[in-house]
């Protein structure tokens, strides 16, 4: 009985150890579980869903571009491409192995697609070829096992309906720089586009939206299974023009052949209706890449398609710049509108000798005189007797060698010298400097776009800035009504006499620009040549009689003309550049008649629901008077 009281005492010791260690155990892996499942759940959560579930950035469609009656000028379309997910693939070199056999990559591709492998983050996929073919994309997807991460997206390309015709106002975009992607880590997007000049550049940021994002479920060898969760971008501003194509193909078919420009705007609110640079390009090459025979074609053509010279091509204005020297002298009392002042066919100062164009003189001549017989040696003595800081005080007034604000990109504010600007230089401003100043020569530079701004302002007396963009997503913007732009607060008495002098120009007897004469019945453009040199004619030259006809063509002057109608309610303004063109009256002149006629007929601004008011001055259709 002893023995079995003993015996019994053992198991219960024993069987109270196995019972505490079996508690211990499921104890311990209890608070292991409690840990994993309460504790860090979350973690191993995300970590389980890591391994199925990819994220995507998904580029906004970048914004449209619509001319002045709703034409789409600049667009998106879709195309077909192959991405690789780096997060969905252990070994990216077999992987483009594989890729390359069925869709050849060139060394430089190859370079590339490494290159952005090491350089973007892995949730970031790398385009390996955009603009797939059919059978390209039939080939990847026979062959998905063999490609782990690669997949077929769709992707967007610019495109350009209207081609080279809008080329230098719209721009064009291209594949982001290292720079570009520094400073937006969401252009490494593949696919993702930069504008790089015209609207295009200068509206960029509005144009690109900003990304959405996606979330998906992928297989081990990266397939999409499903998508779990998207959020959408936000698409990029579209915006209007004040451009009309119609007026722009008209334009262009009258500078066809040319190395010219020319630039048509509303003047009562500074609309840009029309802004050819002729010779042009196609802008959708950009996007796919251009080739190197194409680049080097446009490199190698002196007419430089590439440069928009309407707003960037800087030139001496010549006699267009005798309204402002005109406005100088008057405002600040140098010359009187009805004092006169006697060219007998050069100016001499010191042992300098500046000629008149009229080899024998103009005789006698008052402001309205010398503006319509465009008179240098009257110029000259207007701009010695008002002095270089007035003149280039009052040429910034009307929008000569000062940023006009226009809203494209890569538009210089041209140069219009003064003795501080010189001093730069290290050099002295000497009188014959002012002397050449008032005719448009010498150091002064504008653009196209700056005369036509000139001539708006003459036709108009307000301050009007120069503008493209009319209506951004809709929104009609600041700067489309004449009321949105100041008076100028010069003497309406001075621009009543520069603007009978430009009507003589054009419509008088013994004009310099009887070409640019419109034929509209009961219709009148008052106007302005300009003849401006690119060589110097030295005075031997020109007293053995020298004809700029017989210089090369690269040597030959520049031909200009500025002008606006109608004369007594203007509605256009234009200013036109031939390049090497010679003389403004016989070159420039005829075709300002025809664009204005086309820019009258078509009527643009008539066509469309008034924006602004007729200019509230009255001007009336001048008598002829004598000079």
């Known amino acids: 009985m002893k023995r079995e009281i003993m015996r019994s005492g053992i198991f219960t010791r024993r069987a109270l150890l196995v019972a505490g260690a079996e508690i211990g ?28 579930v990819s994220i995507r950035l998904l580029p906004a469609s970048r914004g449209r571009i619509f001319d002045r009656f709703g034409a789409e000028v600049a667009g998106n379309r879709q195309n077909w491409r192959a991405l690789l997910m780096v997060e969905q693939t252990n070994d990216t070199d077999s992987v483009l192995d594989a890729f390359s056999k069925l869709v050849a990559l060139s060394d430089s591709e190859r370079s590339r697609i490494i290159r952005e492998l090491h350089t973007h983050q892995r949730y970031v996929p790398v385009m390996l070829r955009d603009f797939l073919t059919w059978d390209q994309m039939a080939l990847i997807e026979v062959n998905a096992p063999d490609l782990p991460g690669v997949l077929i997206d769709v992707g967007a390309t610019r495109i350009y309906p209207k081609s080279e015709l809008l080329a230098h106002v719209v721009g064009y975009v291209g594949p982001p720089h290292d720079q570009d992607v520094k400073s937006d880590p969401t252009l490494s997007m593949p696919g993702m586009r930069v504008g790089r000049t015209g609207v295009e550049a ?21 397939r999409v299974i499903r998508e779990l969760d998207r959020q959408e971008g936000t698409p990029g501003t579209d915006i209007g023009l004040s451009i009309d ?37 196609d802008p959708s090459l950009f996007d796919a890449g251009v080739s190197n025979t194409q680049w080097q074609s446009w490199m190698n053509d002196p007419r430089k398609p590439l440069v928009n010279k309407a707003a960037a091509g800087l030139y001496p204005p010549g006699s267009t710049f005798k309204t ?34 009229k080899k024998g003189g103009h005789g006698p001549l008052d402001m309205r005189g010398g503006l319509k017989n465009s008179c240098d040696v009257f110029f000259y003595n207007a701009a010695l007797r008002t002095g270089i800081g007035p003149l280039a005080a009052m040429a910034n007034r009307f929008g000569i060698g000062v940023d006009d604000g226009m809203d494209i990109a890569n538009v210089p504010p041209g140069l219009m010298p003064t003795k ?64 949105d732009w100041p008076e100028m607060s010069l003497s309406e008495h001075h621009f009543t006499t520069i603007r009978e002098g430009m009507w003589d120009v054009v419509n008088a007897q013994h004009g310099t620009a009887p070409t640019a004469r419109l034929k509209l019945p009961g219709v009148q453009m008052a106007g302005k040549t300009g003849s401006a040199q690119v060589v110097r004619i030295g005075r031997a030259a020109r007293e053995r009689g020298f004809n700029s006809m017989n210089l090369p063509w690269a040597l030959r002057p520049h031909a200009l003309f500025i002008g606006f109608a109608p004369y007594d309610a203007p509605r256009y303004a234009l200013a036109i550049v031939v390049e090497h063109g010679n003389a403004g009256a016989d070159v420039a002149g005829p075709l300002a008649r025809d664009i204005m006629t086309d820019a009258l007929t078509l009527d643009p601004a008539g066509r469309d629901t008034p924006l602004a008011p007729k200019p509230t001055a009255q001007i009336t259709i001048p008598p002829v008077r004598a000079s």
């Open 245 to 281: 194509t119609m007026l722009q193909q008209a334009v262009t078919d009258r500078l066809d052949g040319l190395s010219a420009s020319a630039v048509v705007m509303d003047p009562r609110n500074g609309e840009v209706l029309a802004m050819v640079s002729q010779p042009g390009f």
């Open 324 to 357: 402002v020297t005109a406005m100088a002298a008057m405002t600040s009392g140098a010359v009187g509108p009805n004092d006169t002042i006697f060219c007998p066919g050069h100016y001499d100062l010191g042992n300098a000798r500046f000629y008149c164009w």
């Open 420 to 483: 501080a600007w010189r001093l730069k230089q290290k050099k002295p401003w000497a009188l014959g400097d002012t002397v050449i100043s008032g005719i448009g020569q010498g150091f002064i530079l504008t653009s196209p776009l700056q005369l036509a701004t000139l001539a708006s302002r003459v036709a108009t007396g307000r301050a009007v800035g120069p503008h493209v963009a009319r209506h951004r997503d809709g929104v009609i913007q600041q700067g489309t009504a004449a009321e």
């Open 202 to 222: 200068f509206n960029d940021i509005a144009l690109r939206g900003h990304a959405g994002a996606q979330q998906l479920e992928v297989n081990a060898v990266g």
């Open 25 to 52: 155990i499921f104890g311990l892996l209890g608070a292991r579980l409690y840990k994993m499942q309460v504790v860090d759940g979350a973690k191993y959560t995300a970590m389980a869903r890591g391994n199925s």
